[in-house]
């Protein structure tokens, strides 16, 4: 009788020493791994102009070349119809021989901070404005060309503005543009070997 009772005593023991170890394990909740976001690749394209230069752009995008504008060689609007932004590229005859006086006199790009880049190989220059306006600019064959666009509500467009500007080359124009030609731009021998500014250069 003595060894029955001891038994079961031995055998709550036992069960209460395994209920407080099973009250002691730690639950681990598997860890939820959120998925990754899909990342967005634009597919680009080149766009060659009969004014003498060619970029790459998201293919995505909408331009319009304004092919009515018989007085600028180039005038192009670059437009997200889905998440809205623009840039505009311009090339036009100029009275400034050098950017530097291009920077320093004309109302439209006066009072932004100024950076030096090149653009082409060309020296140019990067401006940008409280606003969110960047302008870069440079001068070639007498001709200003110019890229601008607001990317303070449109930051992808900031994206593609960098795009163009990295891609940016000059080319020999296209003869058969209905677009004014700049004296000296009808040589392409002379188009080709242009002398390119060299950033540091003192410009009066």
């Given at each position: 009788m003595k060894n029955k009772i001891g038994l079961i005593i031995i055998a709550m023991i036992f069960t209460a020493i395994l209920g407080g170890c099973k009250k002691t394990e730690t639950s681990v909740t598997p860890t939820e791994i959120a998925p990754s976001p899909t990342v967005i690749v634009?597919?680009?394209?080149?766009?060659?102009?009969?004014?003498?230069?060619?970029?790459?752009?998201?293919?995505r995008l909408k331009?319009?070349?304004?092919?009515?504008d018989k007085v600028n060689y180039a005038n192009l609007k670059i437009s997200d119809q889905e998440n809205g932004g623009e840039i505009l590229i311009m090339a036009k005859d100029t009275e400034y021989a050098k950017v530097d006086a291009w920077v320093k006199s004309d109302k439209a790009v006066v009072g932004g901070k100024v950076e030096d880049i090149l653009l082409s190989g060309l020296k140019a220059k990067k401006i940008t404005f409280n606003d969110g306006k960047t302008v870069v600019g440079t001068i070639d064959e007498a001709i200003l060309f110019t890229i601008e666009g607001n990317?303070?509500?449109?930051?992808?467009?900031?994206?593609?503005?960098?795009?163009?500007?990295?891609?940016?080359?000059?080319?020999?124009?296209?003869?058969?543009?209905?677009?004014?030609?700049?004296?000296?731009?009808?040589?392409?021998?002379?188009?080709?070997?242009?002398?390119?500014?060299?950033?540091?250069e003192d410009e009066e």
């Open positions: 634009d597919k680009l394209v080149e766009w060659k102009d009969p004014a003498g230069f060619v970029f790459e752009y998201p293919e331009i319009d070349n304004h092919p009515d990317f303070l509500t449109s930051p992808r467009m900031g994206e593609v503005f960098e795009t163009i500007i990295e891609s940016f080359k000059m080319v020999i124009p296209e003869e058969s543009s209905d677009k004014p030609v700049s004296e000296g731009a009808t040589n392409t021998s002379d188009y080709g070997n242009s002398d390119f500014e060299e950033i540091g």
